[in-house]
Each structure stands twice: as C-alpha cells, then as structure tokens.
C-alpha cells in the first residue's frame, strides 16, 4: 500500500516530525508540506537577465521592474534587499475561485475542495520572504476583501508574528446594491503589519483649540474630560464630590463616569498612585472650574427640597447625555443639604507643552474626497471615488487593459504615510503597474526620490501564450507616466526591465554569465544600477564591486 510519504527520505520525514512538534499552532491550519516548502526556496538558483530594450533609459537605473513569479523574484531579492525596503503594498489574489488572475489555474480552482489550503500556502511562502526584505521601520500594507479578511489576517499573524499594527477600511465602489440578505459589501480592506519601530508620519497637531485666557505661564492649554469609563460600583474609590476651594462650589460625580483622579481623603496611601491626586491637580491649578459669574448654582436647605428638585429634574446633569448626577439612590445624599451646588463640569487643564505627541495619528477609516471628517484628533486617509483606477489605465492607454486596478489616490496617501523621501517601495503583485505610478507621482509633487521595485507575471496561459501583462501593460503604464500622456507633464525617471531566469544548482557554475553576477553583486552592494560593461572600465572590477 503506498502513502503520500514514500518519496521522502528517512531524515526527511523524521525533520517534518520535529519541525510539528516543535511549533503548536493556536489559530489557523492549513494543509502544507514544509518539505516541498524547503525544496521549492533551495533545488534551484535564481538569476536576472536585464533586457535593455524594455527598460527606461541607459543606466544608472534607479528603479527595477521584474518579470516573473514572484516567488522566484522574492527569493533573489532576499538575496539583494534584505532589510531595505522601507514600505511593501500588495494586492493579492482573494481566493474568489474565478479566472480574473492567472495563478487561480495553477493554485485555486472555484471547484477544488483544498482551494483554501493552496491559497494560503502560496501567500505564506512569499509573505514569509516579503518579511526579510522589511527594514526594522518598514511596514507591509495587504488589500483583501472582506470574505477573506481573518484569514489572511491569521496568516500574517504566522508569517510576520508581533507585527500586527492594525487595519485600514476604504470604500471600493460608488453603488449600494445589495448582493443578498440585504446587505451591501462596498468596503475592503488594508491590513498593516510593521517592523518594531514602524510609525505612521500622522500629520502636525494644530493648537486652535489650545488658548490662554488666564495668562497661565505654561503655555496654552484645551480643556480635556475629567472622568473615566467606570461606574460607580466599578470604581467606588473614584466616585465622590469636588468642591472648588476659590468659590466653595461642590460638584457632584457621575454615577457612570467616574473621575479620573482618586482623592486624598479616600486613598490611604497617595504615595503609591502612579499619577497626582485630584487635591494635588487642584493645588497645581490644573482642575478648571465653570465660571461663577455664569455658572447657575443651588442650595437644598432640607433634604425634602434636594428631593422635589431631583423628582423634578432640576439637579445638575451630564452636557451631553443630560443624564442627572443626583438622585434619590445616590450615596450619602444627606451630604448635599445645604451646601452651594454647581450645575457646570470641572475638566482637566490639559497644556500643550504636556502633550505626549504634537503628531495626528493614522484614523482607521480611509474618507472620499467629498466625505466630511473631524480631523482635529487624528490623520483622515482620503482616496478618490473607487473607480479612479480604472479611469488612470483609460486615460493612459485609451481602452480597458487590465481588471480592478486599485485607485492611484489610496496607494499614494498609504505610501506618503509610510515612508520617507529616499524610502525604497516594493509590490510584488504589481499587476498593472499602479503602485509605481503611486511613487513617481509623490515624487514629483514633493520633489522627493522614493525608488520602487515592481514584480509583474506575464500572465500568459495556454490559450494565450504570447500574453505579457509584465511587458505590455505594467511596463508601457510606467513609461507612460514617465514621459507624460494626455498632455500631462511627466514625473520622469527611469527603470531597469530584468526577467526571472531559473537554474538548476548544479548547473550554476557552468549556466550563469557575467552580466547577471554583475547585476547580482550591484543589487546587493549599491542603490543605482548600471548596466554590464564589456569590457569592464578600469577599476570597476568584480573585486572593486565587491568592496563598494
């Protein structure tokens, strides 16, 4: 009786038992075979040919586009690029099982019961490469929609384990149509996985809502909410009155929102809180009391008026929600017999010197151009309507070339956000080319020098095997935008073409040529890349390369 093990060798099998035992899994399973896995990274080597008739220009190339697999291109760039690439956005196939990619004949088909394990593995072998290429502030931004969401969420939690930052949300078209069950799926989505010290730039707080009415020497201050998402069962220590020592005004607790600070006169020991008392923050005048010229105030002589006045609603309540602070099951409601009750809210001086950030943070939600957003607290990502992508390959190439392109706008708000000046961008399902046109367009608004590396697949089946999406799309497109089209002013710059070539490890030595170990030894030693002398100009030698 044979098994599907009898090709493996004894020490092959007994290394697959080890690797399983040695690596619980909690979460996502798939089938996968780490032999063939470990075979498919080492029983070949892989080369580039340049091919100087496709590329942009004489050389020095400062960009590359690479045709291939890119399985095959991430393991020679992992060889050239590791730890270089400082943002890498991808667009993925999304398991649909239809034949909108060419990898859904060779990986996925609609019908096949393990469409999801060969889905899976093909994403993990060139996630797990696409992680050595990140720089240790480099960020890894994965389209995906929202059928297959947790799965390739799990799956980049295997691959890039820790490097979880979050998810991006963004409205891929204009109708609403519902597909069934009365429900419309519009979005997409981003996820975001960073190296240890990736951030988003976020953009400049502004101070318009920091003043300085009262002079206060500290600068300019905001007044910030003085409670915390607890009731008053929750945090009993937290939930007493405040009275404000300049006017003798007393003000109430919220019974769902209790304050911030823990008092005095309840803690037992101050000296251990990690933050000030509210007595001390009173002291240090970093409490703010409504004004007494405005502020409406109350005095219960009995505890029968206290009461009409609560049955009556006419007790100090919540701005908002109006929610009252007093009623008749409130603890120790005899304390507010008498006493001058303010109906305002203290909040917490909150000064702009004090700010653990003068950044915006990244928001979540990726707005149209048109949509409304409160962007005082935080960065609103803004893209353009969903069909835009479309529309840049019409005006381009005058006619539907390629399916789903991703508006340039959303790829070039992710990669202003990501990287820096002189950052090196990648995609390594670059498809159509939209992401290199992404880079040279921030570049020339900006006047910056971003470089890219694309990998595009030709694309080619057996019913059309002349097909080259590499070639004649994604290549044509950046040489388009390059040199400008539709009497559009062109971003310039340049791009070296280079093709996948693989070989047999045996046949190494006696297979590979001079150009391509010149091209090799450049990619890995230099950031521009020229093309192969012959012969080679003194003093650039292959050892002088090698100590560049």
């Known amino acids: 009786m044979t098994s599907k093990y009898d090709h493996y060798s004894k020490e092959e099998l007994v290394r697959i038992i080890e690797e399983r035992d040695r690596k619980p899994r909690l979460g996502l399973v798939w ?4 032999i063939d896995h470990d075979r498919s990274l080492n029983q070949d080597f892989v080369a580039l040919d340049l091919l100087p008739e496709f590329s942009r220009g004489d050389g020095p190339w400062h960009n590359l586009l690479i045709e291939g697999d890119n399985f095959d291109a991430l393991r020679y760039l992992r060889m050239t690029h590791a730890g270089r690439v400082k943002c890498i956005y991808i667009d993925p196939p999304y ?55 947790a799965k390739l969420e799990l799956l980049l939690d295997q691959a890039l384990p820790g490097m979880r930052v979050g998810s991006l949300v963004w409205r891929t078209r204009d109708s609403t149509s519902a597909k069934s069950r009365n429900f419309s799926d519009v979005h997409e989505h981003i996820l975001i996985y960073g190296g240890q010290t990736f951030s988003f730039l976020g ?63 309840i803690e037992k020991n101050p000296d251990r809180l990690r933050t000030e ?144 000046a002189n950052d090196l961008v990648m995609d390594f399902f670059a498809g159509s080319g939209t992401t290199a046109q992404a880079v040279l367009e921030l570049n020339r608004e900006n006047k910056e020098q971003r470089r890219f590396i694309m990998v595009s697949a030709t694309e080619a089946t057996a019913d059309d095997p002349d097909k080259n999406i590499c ?32 070989m047999p490890q045996e046949d190494v030595l006696t297979e590979i040529d001079h150009p391509q170990v010149w091209t090799a030894l450049q990619l890995i030693h230099r950031q521009s890349f020229f093309p192969h002398p012959n012969p080679l100009p003194e003093g650039e030698g292959t050892d002088s390369l090698l100590q560049s």
Not at 31 to 34: A, N
Not at 472 to 493: L, P, S
Request: charged share 35%; with cysteine.
């Open 31 to 34: 089938e996968r075979d780490e």
């Open 95 to 149: 398991n649909t099982g239809n034949k909108d990619f060419i990898y859904n004949d060779r990986f996925v088909d609609k019908d096949d019961a393990w469409k999801h394990s060969k889905w899976l593995e093909y994403l993990y072998r060139r996630l797990l490469l696409a992680r050595d290429l990140l720089a240790e502030d480099g960020v890894l931004l994965v389209s995906i929609n929202d059928e297959n969401r």
């Open 203 to 265: 953009s400049d707080k502004t101070q318009k809502k920091y003043k300085n009415p009262d002079k206060d020497p500290r600068g300019p201050w905001n007044i910030d909410p003085l409670t915390l998402a607890f009731n008053r069962i929750e945090r009993q220590n937290l939930f007493y009155p405040i009275q404000n020592p300049k006017t003798g005004n007393w003000y109430p607790c919220d019974p769902n929102r209790v304050w911030a600070y823990a008092s005095e006169k």
């Open 277 to 420: 008392t509210m007595e001390e923050w009173i002291r240090q005048d970093k409490i703010v009391f409504p004004d007494p010229e405005t502020e409406h105030v109350a005095i219960w002589s009995t505890l029968e008026e206290l009461l009409d006045a609560i049955d009556r609603g006419d007790i100090p309540k919540t701005p908002k929600k109006q929610n009252p602070l007093l009623s008749r099951d409130t603890p120790d409601l005899e304390f507010w017999v008498g006493k001058p009750v303010g109906f305002g809210r203290p909040g917490f001086k909150k000064h702009w010197k004090d700010l653990r950030s003068h950044t915006n943070p990244v928001g979540s939600w990726v707005a149209r151009l048109t949509e409304d957003a409160d962007e005082d607290d935080y960065l609103t990502l803004r893209s353009r309507q969903a069909g835009e992508g479309t529309d840049a390959l019409q005006d381009i190439f005058g006619k539907k070339v390629f399916n789903y392109p991703k508006p340039p706008s959303l790829i070039k708000t992710l990669i202003a956000q990501s990287t820096n």
């Open 471 to 502: 070639r004649d799309v994604c290549a044509e497109r950046i040489r388009r935008v390059m040199a400008g089209y539709g009497g559009r002013e062109g971003t310039g710059g340049d791009f070296a073409y280079l093709r996948v070539l693989r």
